[in-house]
């Protein structure tokens, strides 16, 4: 079973910067679909960034678009989420997820999820 940890979470000031990591117990990065979602207090879970395993393309939310940046670390087994002009509404619970491509003929995919990391943005 996969297994995943991320870090980089803790308080910045508007405008400022953080860089979250996700590591994966496995050596097969390329596998999966990799995404960052996040849970704002009081609100449901929010779709942040996606790297797709067809293409490799990256898809971002339009709030983040131009702020934040998904990247692929096949050798080091990570995940980054470059976050840039960090804004208080930013504030919330990063998860990093895996999905895997479709294991059979009905689509059925499995995901796998970390324990979460808290960015706060406040001044």
């Known amino acids: 079973q996969l297994h995943l940890v991320e870090s980089g979470g803790g308080l910045v000031q508007p405008g400022g910067s953080l860089t979250l990591s996700c590591a994966a117990s496995?050596?097969?990065?390329?596998?999966?679909?990799w995404g960052w979602f996040r849970q704002a207090p009081g609100a449901d879970y929010e779709g942040v960034s996606c790297i797709s395993v067809e293409d490799g393309n990256t898809y971002y939310a339009d709030s983040m678009k131009d702020r934040f940046t998904i990247t692929r670390d096949n050798a080091k087994n990570t995940v980054y989420l470059q976050m840039n002009s960090l804004r208080p509404e930013d504030t919330a619970v990063y998860y990093c997820?895996?999905?895997?491509?479709?294991?059979?003929?009905?689509?059925?995919?499995?995901?796998?999820w970390g324990q979460g990391t808290q960015v706060t943005v406040s001044s």
């Open positions: 997820n895996a999905e895997t491509p479709p294991l059979n003929i009905e689509g059925s995919t499995v995901n796998y």
């Open positions: 496995e050596f097969t990065l390329t596998y999966y679909t």
